[in-house]
């Protein structure tokens, strides 16, 4: 088997605030294989959104190693974190986080603005990205222009744009009617059969399904690690399963130095 795309090593996260110390990340080791679709669930402040942001790279674990593509990136510098990140990540959040007064265009141009791939070019790929989402006839529109889950096709337009390894989606239905919500589901589920490797993190149990792996955190911790009958009637990708299945040999609740994740080989 090649590397995993993405390896987290007992990677903690700690906040601290006065002289209360919380782990927001307790030990979490995991692997995450190329066109894996994985869904995190747990309930609200279990630490979901931090499992995304130290997976992602946009924010440092506290303790811990992470890897893509079988390197070590946790001690880089600032400047080669953005770039890998620019590389290899792409994010589609809930508040959908598009510059208010630009163009769907431009907001999709942006990312390749620091790729040094030529005017033409980005203009000629962003053009591409926004009639994949279906909106090749609102290039010009900025996002008040533009329904939410239009404003969502852009964002996972400008995820796509750079051609990442992986898409990181953060409750990407959460501000969404249910119909708009399930065209961005079905928009998410078609980038994963096309082989794109997709993480969704999420409070709801359901919309999780689609996954073809659901890994459960309460309090920082990862509790469960299953496939889905998405992922078990993928048999290409998980042949070798549960080979990289996170288990937990031990939980204590409250107490993270309790909490230890081991994996099989
Ligand atoms: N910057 C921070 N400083 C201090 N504590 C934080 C910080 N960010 C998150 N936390 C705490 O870490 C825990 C996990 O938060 P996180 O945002 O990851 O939860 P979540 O699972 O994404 O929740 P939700 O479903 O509500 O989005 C929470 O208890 C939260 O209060
Ligand atoms: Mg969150």
Not at 35 to 53: D, M, Q, R
Not at 176 to 192: A, F
Request: hydrophobic share 35%; glycine share 8%.
């Amino acid at each position: 088997m090649s590397a995993p795309l993405l390896e987290l090593n007992d990677v903690s996260k700690i906040y601290s605030i006065g002289d209360e110390t919380l782990y927001a990340l307790c030990h979490v080791s995991m692997k995450i294989f190329e066109g894996e679709f994985v869904a995190i669930v747990g309930p609200s402040g279990s630490g979901k959104s931090t499992f995304l942001h130290v997976a992602s790279l946009l924010d440092k674990p506290t303790e811990g190693i992470i890897k893509i593509k079988g390197k070590e990136v946790t001690e880089y510098s600032e400047a080669e974190t953005a770039r890998l990140r620019n590389r290899e990540i792409g994010f589609v959040f809930q508040q959908f986080n598009l510059l208010p007064k630009t163009s769907a265009l431009e907001n999709v141009l942006l990312p390749l603005i620091y790729t040094g791939t030529s005017e033409h070019e980005r203009i000629r790929r962003s053009k591409e990205k926004l009639e994949e989402v279906g909106l090749g006839d609102r290039l010009k529109n900025t996002p008040a222009q533009l329904s939410g889950g239009q404003q969502q096709r852009v964002a996972i337009a400008r995820a796509l744009v750079t051609e990442p390894a992986i898409i990181f989606a953060d409750e990407p239905t959460g501000n969404l009617d249910s119909k708009s919500g399930q065209e961005i589901v079905k928009m998410i589920i078609r980038l994963n059969n096309s082989g794109k490797t997709v993480v969704l993190v999420t409070h709801d149990n359901s919309l999780a399904q689609i996954a073809k792996r659901v890994v459960k955190v309460a309090d920082g911790k990862i509790v469960s690690d299953e496939l889905t009958k998405w992922g078990k009637a993928d048999s290409k990708i998980y042949k070798q399963w549960p080979a990289w299945q996170t288990k937990q040999s031990k939980h204590t609740d409250g107490d993270c130095d309790y909490a230890v994740l081991r994996e099989d080989d």
